[in-house]
């Protein structure tokens, strides 16, 4: 089946310093990927949708400039938490899909990036 | 717009009896309908999905989902609950259409009890 991976699985780093987040598809070439976010306890909130290519289209209420996000190839998407904040603390999801003539466009999650900023 | 409501924050379950997890959606059009499991500090693992055809819908570890269209429902289950199915489980809708956003429930934590 599809794999998609994330890396780091987690991080640790300083308030004011930034983050990067891969994402990968290992086995399929991913057209559209995306950024989820999930607090403990709570559901994923998408953050933004990425298409290969072209610029992030991201969800009412996140922040463009700190939440910078790049899909420059067809299995490689990253996004990189700038100037971070405790407040930025969470569990970062990506998923990514396959966009081809008859498939149903599924979605195939990566296992996630504990972010923690000091 | 879409939604998706887990009414359950919680379901427990004791090992080897049935097991439900709820969920309702609401969609524009057509819906798909997915079912995931997250273990803690995991990401999500697919479980089951319904595009079409058959309203009941046969997943990995033994899980089940029934597609109720007149009662917008999308109902988890298992006829026998294991210890190891204790995790957070979500369901989610896309509509058909274009557009592939899509919306996850709150999830609901099930707790099997030996």
């Known amino acids: 089946g599809a794999v998609v991976s994330q890396h780091p699985s987690w991080v640790i780093c300083k308030s004011g310093t930034s983050v990067k987040i891969e994402c990968r598809s290992l086995d399929f070439q991913a057209t559209t990927m995306f950024w989820y976010r999930q607090f403990p306890k709570q559901s994923l909130m998408l953050m933004a949708t990425?298409?290969?290519?072209?610029?992030?289209?991201?969800e009412q209420g996140v922040e463009k400039d700190k939440f910078l996000i790049n899909h420059a190839s067809l299995t490689l998407s990253t996004l990189t938490v700038t100037s971070a904040h405790p407040e930025d603390s969470s569990f970062y999801i990506c998923?990514?899909?396959?966009?081809?003539?008859?498939?149903?466009?599924?979605?195939?999650f990566g296992p996630g990036t504990r972010l923690t900023v000091l | 717009a879409q939604s998706v409501a887990q009414p359950e924050d919680q379901v427990n379950v004791a090992e080897g009896n049935p097991l439900t997890v709820k969920c309702t959606y609401s969609v524009s059009g057509n819906p798909y309908l997915f079912w995931y499991v997250q273990y803690p500090n995991r990401g999500l693992q697919f479980l089951l999905k319904y595009i079409t055809g058959d309203n009941l819908v046969k997943g990995s570890y033994g899980f089940e989902a029934e597609f109720n269209k007149s009662q917008t429902s999308f109902h988890l289950k298992k006829p026998s609950a294991l210890v190891s199915d204790s995790a957070l489980y979500f369901c989610?809708?896309?509509?058909?259409?274009?557009?592939?956003?899509?919306?996850f429930g709150t999830g609901t934590k099930l707790q099997v009890i030996p």
């Open positions: 989610a809708v896309r509509d058909m259409g274009g557009y592939q956003k899509v919306t």
């Open positions: 998923s990514a899909s396959e966009a081809r003539a008859g498939l149903d466009n599924e979605q195939f």
């Open positions: 990425s298409n290969e290519g072209s610029k992030a289209t991201y």
